[in-house]
């Protein structure tokens, strides 16, 4: 497939098919996080890759019962690691590492629906229950919880805001 048919293709999927993903195409999605672009090349973010049921039950209850995203075979939790402050102070922690993660999973995204499987980026949840939850230390920010799996139905396209609204041309 072409780059922007994936992109244009790919849509938010909330219902999910009780069929496992192979291994080789999990192999590909942690290659898709890791390259993606970061400030300074400092890669600062951290995947927690989640195939246990309970795990996933108690991120349903994090995220204000979104319970949808339970019956993906994987969910995928989405960290900055504010460890860049020591490079780049407060900036790096509110703004780069936040960045880093975004494009780690618009890279997942749009590679997961080249290998026919659906996703949907969730930002609704409770950070301290999701922390609680992973046990994750001080220095992880929850940014994302991404389900990922083959979609049982493909979603209608959602309107999008006219070039003119969202793009300025300086010349």
Partial sequence: MEILEI?????????????????????????????????????????????????????T????NQNFFKEAPLVIV???????????G????????????????????LLA???NLGTCWIGAFDEEEVKKTLNLPDYLKPIAIVPVGFSVKK???PP???KSEAIVIIK
Avoid: H
């Fill in 113 to 115: 629906y080249s290998e």
């Fill in 160 to 162: 999008r805001v006219k």
């Fill in 90 to 109: 407060q900036r790096g922690k509110d703004l780069y590492s936040i960045c880093d993660v975004s494009a780690s999973i618009q890279n997942l995204m």
């Fill in 7 to 59: 992109i244009k293709n790919r849509r938010s999927v909330r219902s999910f098919q009780k069929k496992e993903i192979e291994e080789k195409i999990i192999e590909k999605l942690i290659e898709a996080l890791l390259w993606a672009p970061s400030a300074g090349n400092l890669q600062s973010r951290k995947f927690y890759f989640i195939f246990n049921d309970k795990i996933k039950e108690m991120l």
């Fill in 155 to 157: 979603p209608s396209p």
């Fill in 61 to 64: 209850k994090a995220a204000f």
């Fill in 78 to 88: 989405a960290c900055a690691d504010n460890k860049i402050t020591k490079i780049y």
